[in-house]
Structures are given as C-alpha cells and as structure tokens.
C-alpha cells in the first residue's frame, strides 16, 4: 500500500502552501498536466493555479511538468503558458520520467514533490522514483473513459470519497 499513498493531500494545487513546500526542503515542484493544473475541459490553467506556480517561482522552487499525454504540441504549449520544463510521454507510474525531469532540473528527488491528480499513476510514479508524491483533486469531471475506471480503484483503496 505504501506505492499508492500520498505524503500529502489538498483539494487542489493552489492549497499547497508555498511556504510549507520551502520549510520542507523542496526546491522543485514536477506536475502533472491534466486535470492537475489544466482541467481536461477548459484545456486553460485556472487563475489561482497560475498565481500558485508564480509563488512557487518567486520562493525559488522551480517547477516542470510531467505528463502522460501523447499529444506533445498541446502539452508543449501548455507548459510554454505556464512558464514551466516539460516532459511528456511520461508513461507514469514508470519512474523514468520523473527520473529524467530530476535531471533536467538539476535536482535531488528527496527535495522534490510531484503533484498529480491520479493514484494509480502520480503518486506510484513519485513513490517509485523516491519524490514526494500530492495527490490534489480533479479539476473536472471530464476525463479520459480508463482513468473513469481508475478512479472506482482509487475509491475502493480509500484514497477517494
């Protein structure tokens, strides 16, 4: 069970608490893209999570996006918006990616934390690649039909109401 736990829970990325990320050692924040920061229909970062990435910047964290999506140009430009690095391709819960965005920011995961809204695939990948997984609620009801399927899952283990 410990692969599928959080080390922390919020209801969504703009309640993680910039200052408690800098108390906990944490110099980059690696996040997922759909229905993490970009609900899946409005395809646009809301106005609190792009403040929340400015803060984070403005603490000195820095920040890259890890994304499962295959669709590079639309993760491309959302990170382009952001103002964040991007990998896509991901393939979460592998720890590969993870590994690689570690690289590429020039940071150790015991001072990272990825922030996702999937169990099955967040949290196991920064479990997996020893990060510090939060596990945020998704930013819409519109989701891919197996990630439907994943959420039963994700209830059934308790991580969801």
């Given at each position: ?12 990325v703009a309640s993680i ?145």
């Amino acid at each position: 069970m410990a692969l599928v736990k959080p080390w922390r829970r919020e209801p969504d990325v703009a309640s993680i608490g910039v200052d408690g990320l800098v108390e906990a050692g944490v110099r980059c924040v690696l996040i997922d893209r759909d229905n993490t920061v970009v609900p899946r229909d409005t395809k646009q970062a809301p106005k609190s999570a792009l403040a929340w990435l400015d803060a984070l910047r403005a603490a000195g964290i820095k920040v890259c996006m890890v994304s499962n999506n295959f669709h590079s140009r639309e993760v491309e430009e959302s990170a382009r918006e952001l103002g964040c690095e991007v990998v896509h391709h991901a393939m979460k819960p592998a720890p590969f990616a993870v590994r690689r965005a570690l690289k590429l920011m020039g940071v150790s995961a015991d001072e990272t934390v990825l922030v996702g809204d999937q169990v099955f695939t967040d949290v196991m990948a920064g479990n997996l690649a020893g990060v510090r997984p939060i596990l945020v609620d998704p930013q819409s009801t519109t989701d891919l039909w197996y990630t439907h399927i994943f959420r039963v899952f994700e209830r059934a283990i308790g991580a969801r109401k």
